[in-house]
C-alpha cells in the first residue's frame, strides 16, 4: 500500500475562498505531481516537483500556486476558488518507475 | 507544452475479444507509463518501458514503445470482464514532467 496521503477527501467551500490542499508522502520521492481530473476523464498536470524548493508549472497552474519546502510535502493553494475548480485533485508522487497516487480530494465551489 | 494523444477514447467489446490502445507523443519520451484506473479508484500503475522498440508482456497484456520513443501502445488479447476500466498511458519528458494521455475506456460485455 502506498504512503501517500490527501486531505481533505471532500470540501465544499464558497466562491472567492483560498484553500489549500494537502498532500503527504512518507516514501521519500523526490518528485510530486497535482493533477485535476473529472470523473472517468483526462488527468490534467496542474503543477510538479523534482525536488525540494523546485516547482514547475503545468497546463493548469494559472490559478493556483504549490510549495515544496520539505520532501514530504506538497500543498496545493487556489487563491481564489470559483465554480470551475469543481473536480477531483490527485496528488502523486514518484522515485524512477511507478507513480503512487493519494486517494484524492473532491471540491465543489459553490 | 507537452502533450501526449491518447486513442480511442472509448472501446466497448465482446468479452474475449481483443482491444488496442495508442499513444502519440510529438516530441521525445524519456520513458512511458500505463496505468489502469477503475470507476470511482485512482491510477494504478501496470508497466514502464524505457528503451526503443521495447516489447513487454505481461499474461494478456502487450506493451510496446516505438522505435523514436514517440509512440505506444497497449494490447489485450481476448479481453475479460475484470479488464474493463480506463487505461492511460502517462508520457515522461526528462525523467520529471509527467503528462497523462486522455485515456481510453473499456467496457466488455459478457
Known amino acids: 500500500e502506498a504512503d501517500i496521503y490527501q486531505t481533505p477527501r471532500y470540501l465544499v467551500i464558497g466562491t472567492g475562498k483560498k484553500i489549500t490542499l ?25 503543477h510538479y516537483s523534482y525536488g525540494v ?12 500556486t504549490v510549495s515544496r519546502i520539505r520532501t514530504e510535502h506538497f500543498p496545493l493553494t ?25 486517494q484524492g480530494t473532491r471540491l465543489t465551489v459553490v | 507544452g507537452q502533450q501526449v494523444m491518447q486513442i480511442p477514447q472509448y472501446q466497448h467489446v465482446q468479452e474475449g475479444e481483443d482491444f488496442t490502445t495508442y499513444c502519440n507523443s510529438s516530441t521525445t519520451l524519456s520513458n512511458i507509463q500505463w496505468y489502469k484506473q477503475r470507476p470511482g479508484g485512482h491510477p ?6 524505457v528503451k526503443s522498440g521495447e516489447v513487454k508482456k505481461q499474461k494478456r497484456l502487450t506493451f510496446q ?22 487505461y492511460f498511458c502517462a508520457g515522461v519528458y526528462n525523467n520529471n514532467d509527467m503528462r497523462f494521455g486522455a485515456g481510453t475506456r473499456l467496457t466488455v460485455k459478457p
Open chain 1, 53 to 64: 524548493n523546485s516547482t514547475e508549472k503545468g497546463d493548469l497552474s494559472s490559478e493556483s
Open chain 2, 44 to 49: 494504478v500503475f501496470l508497466i514502464q518501458l
Open chain 1, 78 to 102: 487556489l487563491e481564489s476558488a470559483r465554480p470551475s475548480h469543481t473536480s477531483q485533485y490527485l496528488c502523486a508522487s514518484r522515485r524512477w518507475t511507478e507513480a503512487f497516487f493519494g
Open chain 2, 65 to 86: 514503445f516505438g522505435e523514436a520513443k514517440k509512440n505506444s501502445s497497449l494490447h489485450i488479447t481476448a479481453t475479460q470482464t475484470t479488464d474493463v476500466g480506463t
Open chain 1, 22 to 46: 494537502e498532500c503527504s508522502q512518507t516514501m521519500g520521492h523526490d518528485k510530486m505531481y497535482w493533477y485535476q481530473q473529472d470523473p472517468g476523464m483526462e488527468l490534467h498536470l496542474i
